[in-house]
């Protein structure tokens, strides 16, 4: 097929640092040409891909010191996606809202893929609005707040196969936070935790200006005890080692966690997740086999003996089974197929073809079929 | 003529406060609905106006604490345009960037005012590539950073002729300060001049967020002394008493101002105005008729007296000359005439009509056309 991804102008795709929908666009892009089809990337020139390359801005806006603007930046974007469109059997888009009244006359071709939480009441009116326009929700949990919206399927995220791989002989004499440090990825937690059962905690996470304070009042205070070290902010270089020899990933949040990218990322490394039932959590862990779910940090200091005790091979092979970038791949390929069907067998009968059968009650999620109501 | 015009929904049509842009977009929408043009306002629900009003937001999105994100209603508002496109002679953007994309099609029907500065290094990429949409500028220096944009005209804000009037007997006894607390605007300045005068002056502003910091450390603490007063920030039943009986207007900004609203209501009091060379002021104060145009405290300090001498009748003919809201509305009827005439012309033979001669050489501004090269 001819496809056209439209990924965030943000980042590079992949990016260099931080940019969790950089990265799905470029594993996604890449499986997608090594499968033989013809795609196109949208995104900002210093992106790197063996798909053709559409430049749309210098580099990723957030690297870029004189970026005042983002929003000329995609709107440049967005009109370099409208003059090649009729090439194009599906366009798939990853930057949120704003092509929305702009592809109206070719939405039954165009995908949208929701990477952010849903649940700001800006929301919900624009996607009962656009009820037509073709949605991905990353979980099923990202779609709660948006019962209105017109979701075609729910496709996890994948990471290719070799990217993270277990560690030979895993060290395992600590436990690992990885993330930012926020209220909602709550590292206090990870710190009780990690203090009740007396292993040491690694804490690797950025510190966004927003959260600076936080951080300084609510964090640093507990990094003067024993036993945590914060090792700040790591890169794709150091993550595979700092990860693969964990014993153990604690994901103790408190928010709508709309996928959670670093839990598959632990998993490739064959390393178990301690995490919180809010948000994708139930959906990406499997409980007693890649980690457990837990609702408080009581309950998540009973279960660490049990996580420390689930077998790393088997952890890597339902990551190999549930998240692989090829799982993800042929996931949205088999929507994009279908959209394209739809379209054909209606084509001159109606201009609004039905896509019903792609609503919420038939999902692509995980490589299986699950359902909503 | 048909016309819909498109404004921010950041503040209603008119706004309760602040909010420049919505307050021209009122005065020209009343002024068009007068001359027996069928206007069409897509605008936030809670806009006043007497023509057919399109409801985008339940209310202005700034007043409205629930909102996180401008961005979705934006684009719902796009798309309810998108929908009745087809029923409009002109349609006339006061948006800024997001429009640009979606109205290629019918780009020779758009007419763009810009409404804010013009020099980020976002703006010039996005009006060069966007070369063949036609734009609006408020002031002739507003479009210097953008050589490679296509002008078509600049108009000049106006008022309505009754809105602000002359103070039957105006006290005159103290300078008048209105704005924004803020580095670009200068209350320093204006606080330096009035006591070497030894006038009093009375500042009337509002203290953004943003520039709380420059308040509390710059402005604060000159407001300890004599002579100057605080008023906070006026509204429009207490702006027309504070403006006419002003002696003067102080305007002593250091920034690239696009028009200057403030300089034209205070010529529709009377009351003349000392301001600084920078961005519009040239072209919108008469040096010696309406006011004095200068360069430094010194010059200003020295030419107060000959703002004070100015003859407030000559400012108030002056203001209705070249600052009416009838005038500002000609000016407009005029191009959207012309784009409608050009599109005419060259129906069924070019997709593309020229507009050339709509561009910098030929000029609407104040009324009188005027060469920009």
Chains 1, 2 share one sequence.
């Not at 996606?81 to 070719?106: K, N, Q």
């Not at 304070?213 to 080692?241: M, Q, S, W």
Request: proline share 8%; with cysteine; aromatic share 8%.
């Amino acid at each position: 097929m001819k496809i056209a991804q439209i990924a965030p102008l943000f980042e590079s795709v992949p990016p260099r640092l931080y940019g969790g929908t950089e990265r799905i666009v470029s594993f996604l892009t890449e499986e997608l040409v090594q499968r033989g089809h013809e795609v196109t990337l949208f995104a900002s020139g210093d992106s790197v891909t063996s798909a053709e390359l559409v430049p749309c801005s210098v580099r990723g806006l957030r690297l870029d010191a004189s970026i005042a603007d983002p929003l000329p930046h995609f709107m440049l974007m967005l009109d370099r996606v409208l003059a090649r469109a009729s090439e194009f059997d599906i366009l798939h888009f990853h930057i949120d809202y704003l092509h929305f009244p702009m592809v109206r006359a070719w939405r039954h071709r165009c995908l949208t893929t929701l990477h952010g939480r849903q649940d700001l009441p800006d929301q919900k009116p624009f996607y009962m609005h656009f009820g037509d326009a073709p949605l991905v929700s990353i979980s099923n949990a990202q779609r709660a707040p948006l019962p209105g919206a017109h979701f075609a399927a729910t496709v996890y995220h994948g990471l290719p196969a070799d990217l993270l791989v277990p560690a030979a002989r895993p060290s395992r004499d600590y436990l690992a936070f990885v993330g930012r440090i926020s209220p909602e990825k709550r590292p206090d937690r990870a710190i009780a935790i990690a203090r009740a059962v007396g292993l040491p905690l690694k804490i690797a996470a950025k510190v966004d200006k927003a959260d600076e304070a936080y951080f300084r009042n609510a964090i640093a205070p507990l990094l003067a005890g024993d036993g945590v070290e914060f090792v700040g902010e790591i890169n794709d270089l150091t993550k595979p080692d700092f990860l693969s020899n964990a014993a153990a990933l604690l994901f103790p949040i408190d928010w709508p966690e709309p996928f959670g990218l670093v839990m598959i990322e632990a998993m490739a490394c064959g390393v178990p997740v301690l995490a919180f039932a809010n948000g994708s959590v139930p959906e990406v862990v499997d409980d007693g086999v890649t980690g457990r779910i837990v609702g408080s940090v009581e309950e998540a200091i009973e279960a660490l003996p049990q996580v420390l005790a689930l077998d790393r091979c088997l952890v890597r092979k339902r990551f190999e089974e549930r998240f692989s970038a090829a799982r993800m791949a042929e996931d949205y390929v088999r929507i994009y197929r279908r959209l394209a069907r739809r379209r054909r067998n209606t084509a001159g009968a109606a201009i609004e073809p039905d896509l019903s059968d792609l609503g919420p009650g038939q999902e692509i999620a995980g490589g299986t079929r699950t359902h909503v109501s």
